[in-house]
């Protein structure tokens, strides 16, 4: 069966955004591709979207996963400092 998606919204896109930019940042920090401070601004632009206000049950869902990744990505950072 195929699955309904939920139209486009600007939380909905900000929130997906997030979501895959931070396997690149993790990447790039892993190939010494991007700078710590680089990784800082880009990991702020996922901290934005976060808090954000969530309207629908698929925008809770995403802000699940991006949070969870968030604090995974700030460890590497963290780490790597």
């Given at each position: 069966m195929t699955?309904?998606?939920e139209p486009a919204t600007p939380?909905?896109?900000r929130?997906?955004?997030a979501i895959a930019l931070i396997p690149i940042i993790e990447s790039g920090l892993a190939d010494s591709k991007i700078s710590q401070q680089r990784a800082a601004e880009m990991t702020r632009f996922?901290?934005?979207?976060?808090n954000c206000f969530s309207?629908?049950?698929e925008e809770s869902k995403l802000l699940a996963v991006l949070?969870?990744?968030l604090l995974h990505l700030k460890k590497v950072i963290a780490?790597?400092?």
């Open positions: 699955r309904a998606i939380g909905l896109n929130l997906r955004a996922c901290e934005w979207a976060a309207e629908g049950e949070t969870t990744k780490a790597g400092a």
